[in-house]
């Protein structure tokens, strides 16, 4: 399985966890197991997705060196 094709799949993933985890809320049933594979998948995704920095967010450590 290819890097984005785990994304995908951590996103649906996490998804369908958010469902879940809002029905178990709604219904007044426990959802810690759920909040805990939900905790995991989105680590897991921070940690496979590249970071986007926005148009800005390369230009700051370049203006920071005028500022000394």
């Keep these: 399985m290819s890097r984005?094709?785990?994304?995908?799949a951590i996103k649906s993933e996490i998804?369908?966890?958010n469902q879940e985890i809002?029905?178990?809320i709604i219904r007044g049933?426990?959802?810690r197991q759920e909040a805990r594979r939900h905790l995991f998948l989105t680590?897991?995704?921070k940690?496979?997705?590249?970071?986007?920095?926005g148009w800005l967010g390369g230009?700051?450590?370049?203006?920071?060196?005028?500022s000394h």
């Design 4 to 8: 984005h094709q785990t994304i995908r």
């Design 15 to 17: 998804a369908r966890l």
């Design 22 to 24: 809002d029905l178990r």
């Design 29 to 31: 049933m426990p959802y």
């Design 43 to 45: 680590r897991q995704l």
């Design 47 to 53: 940690r496979l997705a590249p970071r986007r920095a």
């Design 59 to 66: 230009a700051f450590p370049f203006m920071s060196s005028f």
